[in-house]
């Protein structure tokens, strides 16, 4: 028999384990929404500021593929793949320049060149069903020819197999089949500081420099046509330290000399804000951490001294970020698949050319979560656009047809040290709202107002979410020409942060689910200088100019 005692004393167990926990549950997601900034307002001024990056690179949004998938991606000569064809075409529309392409990644440092071999590419697969080396054929240069007329190649030469005869040959072989004008750079190996011996920067240059300056003499190349670095480790802090010297990057290896065959005309890095590579890091890849401004800002912002340093040596285009996504090893279901990327991809680009990135070049490779498009059905799912692929229509129409287009983080902006503004340094979003301008010199009153701002909602919001979508009022007035009274608006939006299916995800009213544009574009009008900017949306946002 029960006494009643025992009875109430399991009665209030009860209530604390099971439902004071979905009361306080329920209190913090309401705290949480509570604290969605309702409105912003820009105060200015609208003149250009005084961190606007020179004129943007119209290939900014450019992509990574790896060799071993290339043909997997564009086709060849017989079956050309005109999926991919006009994903890359509908970018090039909006420019009317083509997005960059390195051929590259991983699978770069063991491919070899066979000038007698009749298939374009051919992968070695073992009896494990492990990727051992790839192999080239003339024929690899008609698949690349299937690009967008006018498209440049960065080319990865294989450096992981120490063979500098092979890599000769495969340098003369692109140099060749593809010819100058295509052929932006080469690159000289992937992710060097991964190697196994471990490079240093002195190591590394004993190679990189004889190797570049030689490839250059046969070649007859008078003029700096190689990109050095291609490296992956995150920048140490700090990073004026000696420990921070001895780590194998641009910076390092330009001291240790190698440019003194005047061969480097750019400078890569790469980036993952994230990974899954172990399981002690898989832990952060969330949609939740990756989705927030103040994070992939501070994330970027450990480059900014490398960037100076670059620049000053090499120019002002020279810094380019040339291979980089959410997740690396391929990215995470559910997280780099999702709409949720498509905004995060979009704030990243635009914010680390923000910081004088020149370009950007998103990493594609087999049957990867973080792909913005699919061409072989597989494990992860059918032949498919992702909803990712819609932030590269954003950046692609925002720079249009300018050459002299320049742009600034005018929210939540800059500290005093040049990195951006921090929840706790005063960003009333915490890192909810990012907001772009883009300031045009060819452009009547181009040094007192913007032509266009791009308006980013970071704040997650589920498709499953039973509570009405929340928004936030960004007030433009400051930053219209005086007798501007009306702009246009286009969004990219999709039913939540956690949409995985391009047909529900729309850029200015249009879908891009089968590869070409679907429906009718949809402009907004505005009149009040007031744009209400839904959660897990972004705006576009410009005006006519006298």
């Given amino acids: 028999m029960v006494s009643l005692t025992s009875l109430v004393s399991s009665c209030v167990m ?44 119209p290939a900014l949004a450019s992509f990574s593929v790896e060799t071993a998938f290339f043909e997997g991606l564009i086709g060849n000569q017989s079956y050309p793949n005109k999926f991919s064809q006009n994903l890359f075409e509908n970018l090039k529309e909006r420019t009317g320049v083509s997005a960059e392409v390195r051929i590259g990644g991983i699978t770069a440092d063991s491919t070899f ?44 030469l294989n450096l992981g197999s120490s063979n500098y005869t092979g890599t000769l040959d495969m340098a003369e072989a692109a140099w060749m089949g593809l010819g100058s004008p295509q052929i932006s750079r080469f690159e000289l190996g992937n992710e060097p500081d991964h190697y196994n011996p471990k490079f240093d920067p002195q190591t590394y240059t004993a190679i990189w420099e004889p190797w570049t300056t030689n490839i250059s003499k046969a070649l007859s190349i008078d003029y700096p046509e190689f990109q050095i670095g291609a490296t992956v480790e995150n920048p140490p802090q700090p990073h004026n330290t000696p420990q921070a010297d001895a780590q ?16 480097v005309a750019t400078c890569s890095e790469h980036t993952y804000q994230y990974s899954v590579c172990n399981p002690s890091s ?24 490398r960037i100076h340093r670059v620049r000053a040596q090499l120019g002002p285009d020279a810094f380019v970020i040339g291979e980089f996504n959410s997740v690396s090893c391929s990215g995470r279901a559910n997280v780099s698949d999702t709409f949720g990327q498509a905004i995060w991809l979009l704030d990243t680009i635009l914010y680390a050319a923000s910081i ?31 909803p990712s692929y819609s932030a590269y229509l954003f950046v692609t129409e925002a720079i249009g047809y300018s050459n002299s287009l320049r742009l600034s983080n005018i929210f939540p902006g800059r500290q005093a040290n040049g990195s951006s503004v921090t929840t706790a340094g005063g960003d009333p979003s915490a890192g909810q709202i990012s907001v772009y301008g883009f300031w045009d010199e060819n452009s009547a009153n181009s040094y007192d107002y913007p032509t266009k701002l791009a308006l980013l909602n970071l704040e997650l919001y589920s498709q499953t979410d039973t509570y009405p979508r929340p928004d936030t009022t960004v007030d433009i007035s400051a930053y219209l020409p005086k007798n501007t009274r009306e702009v246009t608006v286009k969004w990219l939006i999709a039913p939540g942060s956690d949409v995985v299916s391009a047909s529900l995800t729309t850029w200015a009213g249009q879908t891009f689910a089968s590869s070409v544009a679907e429906g009718n574009i949809v402009e907004e009008k505005v009149s009040n200088g007031q744009v209400v900017v839904k959660a897990s949306s972004a705006a576009l946002v410009y005006w006519s100019v006298a």
């Fill in 113 to 156: 060149w066979d000038p007698n071999q009749e298939a374009a590419l051919y992968n070695f697969i073992d009896d494990k069903g492990a990727l051992r080396n790839t192999t080239l054929g003339p024929q690899f240069w008609n698949c690349v020819k299937l690009l967008p007329e006018g498209t440049k190649i960065v080319m990865t």
């Fill in 14 to 57: 009860w209530f604390l384990a099971t439902v004071l926990p979905c009361v306080a549950l329920v209190s913090a997601r309401h705290a949480l929404l509570s604290r969605s900034l309702s409105k912003l307002t820009l105060s200015g001024p609208a003149s250009l500021p005084t961190d606007a990056t020179p004129p943007l690179n």
């Fill in 248 to 263: 194998l990057d641009c910076v390092s290896a330009l001291a240790a000399g190698a440019n003194d065959g005047h061969t």
């Fill in 356 to 386: 004088n990135v020149s370009r950007m070049y998103v990493h594609q490779g087999a049957h990867a979560h973080y792909n913005l498009w699919s061409t072989v059905g597989n494990l992860n799912g059918p032949i498919q656009v992702f």
């Fill in 282 to 305: 898989a832990a952060g890849a969330t949609l939740a951490n990756l989705v927030n401004h103040t994070r992939l800002a501070e994330y970027l912002d450990l480059w900014q001294p």
